[in-house]
């Protein structure tokens, strides 16, 4: 077999395992749970660098394996094989093409981020207060507090984030986002639901003893019924 007959093989067994592999990621939900814009988002810049490490890895993977099968030396064998010069076509494609990758990649990262902060206009202001080893939630505009974040569906919500103690971290798995709680700054984030539920939220930064403990409940409803809960919560007037 000649030398180029040996690297077209290579070349369709890489191309043959990288579609197959990329189709896969194509049809893969990464994140567990998606709940919100944001998460959607998140999940889709997961698929992408997936997407694009695929062939990478293949490039990899491909030519190490066909090498050792293809050219491996019987156990008698102690000669070496012939001398190798480089390629200086194969070397500056090589680098043109991970730059134009990276560059790539890096600009629908920053799409993405610029998407998930969004302007800072909001639906619903919400305050996210972090205490050892606690979260609080007030609603200014509607004079509501609670310990459970109740947001309704399809609206866009910003969320102020302060800490009253130590670093303190605000993630909620299925929204796909987490912004830290720093004493004596303001945090804050945006996040618009998409899918009516019940989720979690949880301090991602180790604060302590009962670091583990610090969770709380979200609940995604529908306005009306995040309208009916607003007015269960509000003081009853005399």
């Known amino acids: 077999m000649t030398a180029r007959r040996d690297l077209a093989v290579a070349v369709a067994i890489w191309a043959v395992l990288s579609a197959i592999g990329v189709v896969v ?21 997961f698929v992408m660098l997936t997407v694009a490490s695929v062939p990478i890895l293949m490039l990899v ?6 090498s050792a099968i293809r050219f491996r030396a019987s156990d008698d064998d102690e000669t070496d094989g012939p001398p190798i010069h480089g390629h200086r076509a194969f070397e500056a494609g090589w680098v043109v093409v991970s730059l134009v990758l990276v560059i790539g990649l890096a600009a629908f990262g920053t799409i993405g981020l610029l998407e998930i902060r969004g302007g800072p206009d909001a639906d619903l202001e919400v305050r996210a207060e972090s205490t050892q080893w606690a979260w609080e939630f007030a609603y200014p505009d509607l ?5 459970e974040l109740v947001l309704p569906v399809d609206r866009r919500v910003r969320i102020t ?5 130590v670093l303190h971290s605000f993630y909620v798995p299925a929204f796909g986002i987490k912004q830290d709680a720093v004493p004596g ?11 009516t539920g019940t989720y979690g939220a949880q ?7 009962g670091h583990t403990k610090m969770v709380a409940g979200v609940a995604v409803l529908e306005l009306s019924e995040f309208e009916a809960w607003v007015a269960e919560q509000q003081p009853q007037q005399p």
């Open 25 to 45: 990621v194509l049809g893969t939900q990464i994140l567990p749970v998606i709940a919100s814009r944001e998460a959607e988002v998140v999940n889709g810049a």
């Open 61 to 66: 993977v491909v030519p190490s394996a066909y």
């Open 143 to 147: 004079g509501v507090r609670s310990k």
């Open 161 to 165: 984030i302060v800490s009253d103690d």
């Open 185 to 195: 700054r303001v945090t804050y984030l945006h996040v618009t639901p998409t899918v």
């Open 203 to 209: 301090c991602a930064e180790l604060c302590g003893l």
